[in-house]
């Protein structure tokens, strides 16, 4: 069965860097666009960004020029690299994935929780 | 940029009770909405797609309806475990997908 399990979340300081993963199972990786999508605390889903199945990415306009998303389509993982965090990063990110682009996400991970705090 | 309002932000709703939910989108989206519910410590699980196209395994007492700019989610019978957050999402106006705010769902 499709099965997403992010990683690498945790409690940083103001400014600093983190780098999240999410490994895929049980469906053929390289075919679908993913995403990361973000929950702050008390506020609903937030779209982040999205790579596609041969690597174009986009980002939300907030999340542009401090996140990026890549992949690794032999390690069927995905990966966002945050830095110069800031405490309204803090949030739960999820990946997920859709068929196509634009699309519905059809499979969500559990979430991963980050904290940016002094 | 398209704006979502999902109304009301909170419904109160008794166990075998109705409940319907709405989605306003600035302009329109055609078809292109989607809806999840999202539960504290889950993952969102896709409920309907294409406005009216329910996922798969998904109960026949969860309904969608609409285009272009009203949509709406309806549950016909509610059972406990339909108590949760439900989100409405756009996937037309690319590169953005934008995610209404969320209507939660609570036992009356």
């Known amino acids: 069965q499709v099965q997403l399990v992010e990683s690498g979340g945790g409690v940083v300081q103001p400014g600093r860097s983190l780098r999240l993963s999410c490994a895929a199972s049980?469906?053929?990786?390289?075919?679908?666009?993913m995403h990361w999508v973000r929950q702050a605390p008390g506020k609903g889903l937030e779209w982040v960004a999205i790579?596609?199945?041969?690597?174009?990415?986009k980002y939300a306009d907030s999340m542009k020029g401090r996140f990026t998303i890549s992949r690794d389509n032999s390690k069927n993982t995905l990966y966002l690299q945050m830095n110069n965090l800031r405490p309204e990063d803090t949030a739960v990110f999820y990946c997920?994935?859709?068929?196509?682009?634009?699309?519905?996400?059809?499979?969500w991970g559990q979430g991963t929780l980050v904290t940016v705090s002094s | 940029e398209i704006v979502m309002t999902q109304s009301p932000a909170t419904l109160s709703v008794s166990p075998g009770e109705r409940a319907t939910l709405s989605c306003r989108v600035s302009?329109?989206?055609?078809?292109?909405l989607a809806w999840y519910q999202h539960k504290p410590g889950q993952a969102p699980r896709l409920l309907i797609y294409?406005?009216?196209t329910r996922a798969t395994g998904i109960p026949i007492r969860f309904s969608g309806s609409g285009s272009g700019t009203e949509f709406t989610l309806t549950i016909s019978s509610l059972q406990s475990e339909d108590f949760a957050v439900y989100y409405c999402?756009?996937?037309?106006?690319?590169?953005?997908?934008?995610f209404g705010q969320g209507t939660k769902l609570e036992i009356k």
């Open positions: 294409g406005a009216s």
């Open positions: 999402q756009q996937y037309s106006n690319w590169p953005s997908f934008t």
């Open positions: 790579i596609s199945f041969d690597g174009t990415t």
């Open positions: 049980g469906f053929s990786f390289s075919s679908y666009a």
């Open positions: 302009q329109s989206v055609n078809s292109n």
């Open positions: 997920a994935r859709t068929l196509g682009i634009p699309d519905y996400f059809d499979y």
